[in-house]
């Protein structure tokens, strides 16, 4: 008995070896993270993607990422969700094309047991482990606020909106509309709004054909992104107009964007694509090495007192707007560098 009792100890401390020698490895192996782009075209996913490498856990090896290219198409992201998660991903980060299409990434992520974090934009679901993001009604409201105020609250407007579908076209779109109603009944016609899908190649065309088709009419640009502000502005100009004529704003501090700004072109409200991105692996690495991991990225210091950390376990972390101004564009284009 008593030596029967010895080999079953031997073989449970062995196997318990085993275990604590298999955890430490797997301790010892760095986090993989999927992060699901939708386009990697524009000044600002390509920032975010910039501050993806430069996240502490990622340059010290604790972190690997692997982005993905969505090409603007919810399906191809969706598709790469499969892929990410048959190559055995820690985590996924995904910052989504589609408000509804893209609730498939956060079902397949669920059903691997694999934590998902939808960053930048929106989708309809709450079935994800959290969301870092910056309230997109509010920075819609700002944008169109800064148009209205400069035009007193009176004249014509267009509207440049982005993908039908998106959380920032839906979601920018009710803030312009609750800072066009504040200026009262009447008091603001829109006169033109369709999508550029985000792109400066796409306004130009679009703006070019308004300003002939509403000459001397338009007042002021709500352009739901910086991308097609700059857009609107280059066919302005190549109409041979003063663009300080007109009130122009948009919405993520792209580095155009801020110059523009600087020489008093339009108004630009910054939306934080490293406070996105960087919040969004850290909460990805909480969620997947548990309690004991602390937050690595400067964001949580730098928005002390707009955004608490809170052990990593709130749904929902919303990273400030900030305005883009004469005084503060030069330090944010030296951020950059």
Known sequence: MKKMTKIALLTASMFLGSSVTQMALAAEKPVKIAILMYGMK??????????????????????????YDGRYDALVQNNQAETAIQTQTDAIIINPMDFEANIDVVTMANEANIPVIVTNARLNTDKMTAEVVSDDVLGGYMEAKAVLEKMNCEGNVVILEGPKGGSGEIQRGEGNEKAIAECGPDKIKILERKTANWSRAEALPLMENWLQKHQGKIDGVIAQNDEMALGAIEAIKAAGLNVKDFSIAGVDGVSDAIRAVKEGEMVSILQDANGQMQGSIDIALKAVLGENYEPQSEIWKQYAEQLQWNEGKDKTYSIPWTVVTSENADQLLKSRN
Request: aromatic share 4%.
């Open 42 to 67: 524009a000044e600002f996913v390509q920032l975010m993607e910039k501050s993806a490498k430069e996240h502490p856990a990622v340059k010290s090896g604790d972190a690997v990422i692997t982005v």
